[in-house]
């Protein structure tokens, strides 16, 4: 098992080189761009996500010095679009700054330096480093998305063994009508209707709409800091496990299907094993892998991407919100910086998943298997 995880460990390599090199080259092609944000902020053409200018006050200046200072020059001849009437020498600092004065060759060989030491540099659009902002926006996320993961198996495991055994049942069909309603609606949606009856919208107004604390969080006790917590997430995780819950359940109850029609159930059967036996000892070994193969994808979906319209409806600051915004924005350092995090830990999770596949059944043998 240990050469299989080094295998793994060291393919990760090439797979990180890849993703950062695809995207890299996407945005060389992407239109707009950092520079073309300033020009715009300073025409006041921006629409973005953000119309600050970039460096707490380092920004201001150049744009003070671009319309204000020096020449007039006409850059008709400018790459940037919006360029005509600014200096260009304003228009070359804004480059050096941003690192555009370099080759992209050089800037995509530089960042992958730096990230290979973890080091992230500064966003563009805002005075703090990368590591930094991540940090901040990381409990939103980590809530969000371990406490869906968490609840999506804790309910959707037992929920679909229950249904394989007693599949064609009337618990089997009622139960499938409530599935298909909540796969059929929306997360967002679900959320906009918890608001509208639990949140102040025009019944109920039991719960918060925005943050994950209350404003006197400090002066709580432990456990009412517990309480006021569950009480802010209530809601956003109700929306985000809909979804994900129906989804598991089914995916569940097939696996489940699909093993308690083998061959291998009769035989144990046949030889004394009474029902339950036969599910736990037998069935549910076999029948969980299906199951735990989907864990990394689920997982790294609801702990960042997932959450981008919940974070949103519910005022919740978090990595999705952040991402989203980044792109909007072209602040390269934090789009670039988030999605090789993300993806190293989804190389990890999906390493960890095999792990955990030896764990439920030691017949599986890894060392034998190419990466």
């Given at each position: 098992m240990s050469a299989y995880i080094i295998r793994r460990l060291l393919f990760m390599i090439p797979t990180l080189l890849g993703i950062m090199m695809v995207s890299f080259v996407v945005v060389q092609f992407a239109p707009g761009g950092p520079v073309e944000r300033v020009i715009a902020q300073l025409s006041g053409a921006d629409t973005g996500a953000s119309s600050r200018i970039p460096g707490s006050g380092q920004g201001g200046d150049f744009g003070a010095r671009g319309v204000q200072g020096g020449s007039q020059v006409d850059a008709t001849n400018s790459k940037y679009r919006g360029a005509q009437g600014l200096d260009p020498e304003f228009i070359k600092k804004l480059e050096v700054q941003f690192g555009f004065d370099k080759p992209a060759h050089e800037r995509f060989l530089l960042m992958l330096w730096n990230y290979a030491r973890f080091d992230f540099g500064k966003s563009y659009f805002r005075d703090v480093d990368v590591l930094q902002l991540v940090k901040e926006k990381l409990p939103v996320s980590m809530s969000l998305g371990i406490w869906m993961t968490l609840l999506t198996y804790l309910i959707s495991i037992p929920l679909g063994i229950r249904k394989a055994v007693m599949d064609g049942s009337r618990f089997d069909t009622w139960t499938s009508g409530v599935i298909i309603i909540g796969y059929a609606i929306p997360g967002f949606l679900f959320a906009i209707l918890l608001i509208i009856l639990f949140a102040g919208g025009s019944y109920f107004d039991f719960f918060p709409l925005r943050g994950l604390t209350s404003d006197n969080w400090s002066q709580l006790t432990w456990w009412q800091k517990a309480l006021d917590y569950f009480w802010h997430l209530a809601l956003p995780i109700i929306s985000m496990v809909l979804g994900a819950f129906a989804t598991m359940t089914l995916l569940t109850k097939n696996s489940f299907l699909?093993?308690?029609?083998?061959?291998?159930?009769?035989?144990?059967?046949?030889?004394?094993?009474?029902?339950?036996?036969?599910?736990?000892?037998?069935?549910?070994?076999?029948?969980?892998?299906?199951?735990?193969?989907?864990?990394?994808?689920?997982?790294?979906?609801?702990?960042?991407?997932?959450?981008?319209?919940?974070?949103?409806?519910?005022?919740?600051?978090?990595?999705?919100?952040?991402?989203?915004?980044?792109?909007?924005?072209?602040?390269?350092?934090?789009?670039?910086?988030?999605?090789?995090?993300?993806?190293?830990?989804?190389?990890?999770?999906?390493?960890?998943?095999?792990l955990t596949y030896t764990w439920i059944d030691p017949r599986i043998d890894f060392e034998t298997r190419e990466v």
């Open positions: 699909d093993e308690i029609r083998k061959q291998y159930v009769l035989t144990a059967r046949a030889k004394g094993c009474t029902s339950r036996q036969t599910l736990y000892n037998h069935v549910f070994r076999n029948a969980m892998l299906i199951v735990i193969a989907g864990f990394p994808g689920a997982f790294v979906h609801a702990f960042f991407s997932g959450s981008l319209l919940i974070e949103t409806i519910f005022s919740l600051d978090g990595l999705g919100l952040l991402g989203f915004e980044s792109v909007l924005n072209r602040d390269y350092p934090v789009v670039f910086a988030t999605l090789y995090i993300f993806a190293l830990i989804g190389l990890v999770v999906n390493l960890i998943s095999d």
